[in-house]
T-cell receptor, first 118, second 113 residues
Framework: DGGITQSPKYLFRKEGQNVTLSCEQNLNHDAMYWYRQDPGQGLRLIYYSQIVNDFQKGDIAEGYSVSREKKESFPLTVTSAQKNPTAFYLC?????????????????FGDGTRLSIL | GESVGLHLPTLSVQEGDNSIINCAYSNSASDYFIWYKQESGKGPQFIIDIRSNMDKRQGQRVTVLLNKTVKHLSLQIAATQPGDSAVYFCADSNPRKGQNFVFGPGTRLSVLP
């Protein structure tokens, strides 16, 4: 079955520590996204990527970093500079058809990683 | 979708009744809209989408209505079932202008037996 796999499901971060959230997809999708979800709020865009070795900042990129070394993988690092990292993190993807770029198709989401501070 | 703060609206319906979930968006330039369903501890699932050149679109047991004049979107679920219990939220974008999706906080739907 094709899909998006996020791991781990739960993650705990100590003060001053960087942690990396994994996102892997076998859907052959070009575009991948990272969102942050806080209780009672809408999803907020952290980073997104269209092709390998290229990515753009979203609305709340500060304190986060990403890489896109392979089409199927888009890991997110939550750095120690992110002072309020406790949230539910969602990875998403979709194909890019007709050269139309981003935000024009439904996104397929993984089941998220819940990050908490120890 | 608009942010309405930390309190998530709740809708309770009797099993078998129809549900109507509403969403307001703020950007009059938005021209693509999506409804998602999110169950507890899971990622959102796509339900239905609509583009601004349409007012209504139907799927299986679901209908989305778009009123661009008042910037309002609604999701109608026919014959609501227990498996429909979840948080539903809308998202809007303007892909041609590179406007990314703006997600609403959602409405929690509870289906009563």
């Amino acid at each position: 079955d094709g899909g998006i796999t996020q791991s781990p499901k739960y993650l705990f971060r100590k003060e001053g520590q960087n942690v990396t959230l994994s996102c892997e997809q076998n859907l052959n999708h070009d575009a991948m996204y990272w969102y942050r979800q806080d209780p009672g709020q809408g999803l907020r865009l952290i980073y997104y990527s269209q092709i390998v070795n290229d990515f753009q900042k979203g609305d709340i990129a500060e304190g986060y970093s990403v890489s896109r070394e392979k089409k199927e993988s888009f890991p997110l690092t939550v750095t120690s500079a992110q002072k309020n990292p406790t949230a539910f993190y969602l990875c998403a993807s979709h194909p890019i058809t007709g050269g139309k770029g981003f935000f024009n198709q439904p996104q397929h989401f993984g089941d998220g990683t819940r990050l908490s501070i120890l | 979708g608009e942010s309405v703060g930390l309190h998530l609206p709740t809708l309770s319906v009797q099993e078998g009744d129809n549900s109507i979930i509403n969403c307001a968006y703020s950007n009059s330039a938005s021209d693509y809209f999506i409804w998602y369903k999110q169950e507890s501890g899971k990622g959102p699932q796509f339900i239905i989408d609509i583009r601004s050149n349409m007012d209504k679109r139907q799927g299986q047991r679901v209908t989305v209505l778009l009123n661009k004049t008042v910037k309002h979107l609604s999701l109608q679920i026919a014959a609501t079932q227990p498996g429909d219990s979840a948080v539903y939220f809308c998202a809007d974008s303007n892909p041609r202008k590179g406007q990314n999706f703006v997600f609403g906080p959602g409405t929690r739907l509870s289906v009563l037996p």
